[in-house]
């Protein structure tokens, strides 16, 4: 069984900054991606951003230049550094892995439970 847990939205005033945190905790083998995707009531959900187990990075459109995604050494946590924030930014932030979970491929991918950011002000 793996968990998602996923830490650091608030309020913020626009122009500012916000870093969120995903960690992973389990029977966790091995790690094919982890990421970021949001969600508002009148959009379906949408990527942020997604890094790859060899660190490749990949943003939405809406984000690129403003977004920095990582994961620390182990990568069992995934940050989404955010700056410049909009208050189109505000939405439901959700952490999105999938990982290895034995040594015959078998994976687990799934979601955290989602952590609110309003950038207004």
């Known amino acids: 069984q793996v968990e998602l847990v996923e830490s650091g939205g608030g309020l913020v005033q626009p122009g500012g900054s916000l870093r969120l945190s995903c960690a992973a905790s389990g029977s966790i083998f091995s790690t094919n991606h982890m990421g970021w995707y949001r969600q508002t009531s009148e959009q379906e959900r949408e990527l942020v951003a997604v890094?790859?187990?060899?660190?490749?990075?990949e943003y939405g459109d809406s984000v690129k230049g403003r977004f920095t995604i990582s994961t620390d050494s182990a990568k069992k946590t995934v940050f989404l550094q955010m700056d410049s924030l909009k208050p189109e930014d505000t939405a439901v932030y959700y952490c999105?892995?999938?990982?290895?979970?034995?040594?015959?491929?078998?994976?687990?991918?799934?979601w955290g439970q989602g952590t609110r950011v309003t950038v207004s002000g």
């Open positions: 890094i790859s187990r060899v660190g490749v990075p």
């Open positions: 999105n892995a999938e990982f290895g979970i034995d040594l015959v491929g078998s994976t687990w991918h799934g």
